[in-house]
């Protein structure tokens, strides 16, 4: 092989490879024997993809509720601010249902299970790996 060929050579090797980004695929059959379509042609299973547990159906946090009850002397509702272990800033929802004497600090420790999961038609957010052989499912998608 001449040196030309041997430098265009060395130069291919080099190429870097086009990087294609975050894609949109659909979910066609779930968890646990999961599918996506990835545009009209390919189809994405199981040993495609790598998932991120907290869109599986079980998926458990640690949590950490705590708050100060704002009316009367019990109150059948009251504002609690969650914190998920490592994830600030806490979110804050409206808890109803308890009982506590007015201006009563509460912490309560516990897991927050999720019961739900990718379902069939949903929108998920899937980055392909260097190689493009694997696609990392990092949610599902939404559009407002």
């Given at each position: 092989?001449?040196?030309?060929?041997?430098?265009?050579?060395?130069?291919?090797?080099?190429?870097?490879?086009?990087?294609?980004?975050?894609?949109?695929?659909?979910?066609?059959?779930?968890?646990?024997?999961?599918?996506?379509?990835?545009?009209?042609?390919?189809?994405?299973?199981?040993?495609?993809?790598?998932l991120?547990?907290?869109?599986?159906?079980?998926?458990?946090?640690?949590i950490?509720?705590?708050?100060?009850?704002?009316?009367?002397?019990?109150?059948?509702?009251?504002?609690?601010?969650?914190?998920?272990?490592?994830?600030?800033?806490?979110?804050?929802?409206?808890?109803?249902?308890?009982?506590?004497?007015?201006g009563?600090?509460?912490?309560?420790?516990?897991?927050?299970?999720?019961?739900?999961?990718?379902?069939?038609?949903?929108?998920?957010?899937?980055?392909?790996?260097?190689?493009?052989?694997?696609y990392?499912?990092?949610?599902?998608a939404?559009?407002?």
């Amino acid at each position: 092989m001449d040196a030309i060929s041997e430098l265009a050579m060395l130069f291919k090797e080099r190429e870097n490879i086009l990087y294609m980004g975050p894609q949109l695929g659909t979910v066609i059959s779930p968890p646990p024997n999961i599918k996506v379509g990835l545009g009209d042609k390919i189809i994405l299973d199981k040993e495609d993809l790598i998932l991120a547990a907290h869109v599986l159906d079980g998926y458990q946090r640690e949590i950490e509720a705590t708050g100060i009850t704002n009316t009367g002397v019990s109150s059948s509702s009251g504002n609690m601010s969650f914190h998920l272990t490592g994830n600030p800033p806490p979110q804050n929802y409206t808890i109803t249902g308890f009982s506590l004497p007015a201006g009563t600090t509460s912490k309560s420790e516990g897991a927050l299970k999720y019961t739900d999961t990718l379902k069939e038609g949903d929108k998920v957010i899937l980055i392909p790996s260097n190689d493009n052989q694997k696609y990392y499912l990092v949610d599902k998608a939404v559009r407002l």
